[in-house]
Structures are given as C-alpha cells and as structure tokens.
C-alpha cells in the first residue's frame, strides 16, 4: 500500500535561517505529492504540489520538487519566518480504484524563534 | 471565497454517548472525506462520499456511520463513544473535474472530547 514518511519534530530554528523537512514516500502507482500546513487551531491548507516527477511545487517561499529516483518529496524555504511556525504534513494522492484517498505523513512541527 | 464549514467547533461527551459531527463542503464540491486526528498523529482517512453515494472506506469503526445528503452536507455519527475517539475530527472536499490531482480542501475540525 501507500505510506509516507516524514522527518520527526519539531524542529527549532531561528528567523532567516534555513529549512528542509524531509519526506519520503511509497506508492505503486504514479502519485501526486503534496505539501499541507496546519497552523494553531486550524485545518490543513495545501501548501504547495507536485504531479509528476521533476515538478517543482512552490508557494510563500517553500519549494519541493517531486525526487522519483529516490522517491522523496523535501521542503525547503531558504529564511524561515516566525509565522511559519506550524505543523507541516507530507501527503501524497493515488487514484485507486477510480478514486483519490490522500495518504498523510505524520506531521513536522516547525517552531521559528524571533 | 466559501470554504468547508463543520460544526459543532467543540463537543465534550461522556462514555457511551452519541455524537453527530456535520460538514458543509465547499459549494459545487462532488467529494467529502471524513479523517479522524489523534494527538500528534497524521489524519487517518474515515470515508468519503462521491456524489452523495458512499466511494471508499478507511479505518472507521462499526460504532461509527456517516451519510451525505441531497444538499451535499454530510454527518458523521459516533455511538458508544469511548475515550480513544477523543481526537479532531477534519471534514474535507474536492471537486473531481477533468485534470484534478487529489488535492483536498479542510474545514477547521471539529474537537470531539469523550469524558
């Protein structure tokens, strides 16, 4: 079956500096990845996606670009602002059997320190 | 623009009890998911709904039911509540028009709380 694995949390960092958050996933088939963000008290938002390999998803800054060799899907945003504290989840969509049932990871947290 | 509203926001119950979680998905929206959110952990998919038939079944227990109306809002039922269903509760929808590629749209959740 499908499954997705993402790096653990949180991670800590401080404004301006840096992010990766790693993501790799499984899939029998050619899925479309995506990057969702959940921040305090809110439901997920689609952040940004990836329907084919070598795409590269971008928004706000992040980028991800769809790795099929290694089958990875890693966030970057290269200065990480305090608003983007959040927990950011990888997923990715498969159709099975006619249908869309996204796959989740289990969610990184992001803390981002003034 | 109109996004997914569920309610109730919050809903504390005891042992046992019945719940009835609602969802009103984003207008012209043909699919509904219903996913379930423990304590840190990913959503775990419940069931969906494609044009008011039910499509697929994930990890939802026999305690619980949901349906979609004729309006397109749908209702997750939960009976014999135990304190492991405590969790979020996110209802989400999608249109599946030509070119779509499985992104979902969240409403907020819905906090069921079981005492």
């Known amino acids: 079956g499908n499954s997705v694995t993402q790096m653990e949390g949180p991670v800590t960092l401080s404004e301006e500096a840096f992010l990766t958050i790693n993501c790799t996933y499984t899939?029998?088939?050619?899925?479309?990845l995506f990057w969702y963000v959940q921040y305090p008290g809110e439901g997920l938002q689609l952040l940004l996606k990836a329907t084919k390999a070598d795409d590269k998803g971008s928004n706000k800054g992040f980028e991800a670009t769809y790795r099929k060799e290694t089958t990875s899907f890693h966030l970057e945003k290269g200065s990480v602002q305090v608003s983007d504290s959040a927990v950011y989840f990888c997923?990715?969509?498969?159709?099975?059997?006619?249908?869309?049932?996204?796959?989740f990871g289990r969610g990184t947290s992001l803390i981002v320190h003034p | 623009a109109a996004g997914v509203i569920q309610s109730p926001r919050h809903l504390i119950k005891e042992k046992r009890e019945t719940a009835t979680l609602k969802c009103y998905p984003i207008p012209r929206h043909d699919t509904v998911y219903w996913y379930q959110q423990g304590p840190g952990q990913d959503p775990q998919f419940l069931i969906s709904f494609y044009e008011k038939m039910q499509s697929d079944k994930g990890s939802i227990p026999d305690r619980f039911s949901a349906q979609q109306f004729s309006d397109y809002h749908s209702e997750l039922n939960m009976s014999s509540l135990e304190l492991g269903d405590s969790a979020l509760y996110f209802c989400?929808?999608?249109?599946?028009?030509?070119?779509?590629?499985?992104?979902?749209?969240f409403g907020e959740g819905s906090r069921l709380t079981v005492l």
């Open positions: 989400a929808s999608s249109f599946s028009a030509s070119g779509y590629t499985g992104e979902l749209f």
């Open positions: 899939a029998t088939g050619y899925p479309s």
């Open positions: 997923a990715l969509s498969d159709k099975t059997g006619g249908s869309y049932i996204p796959t």
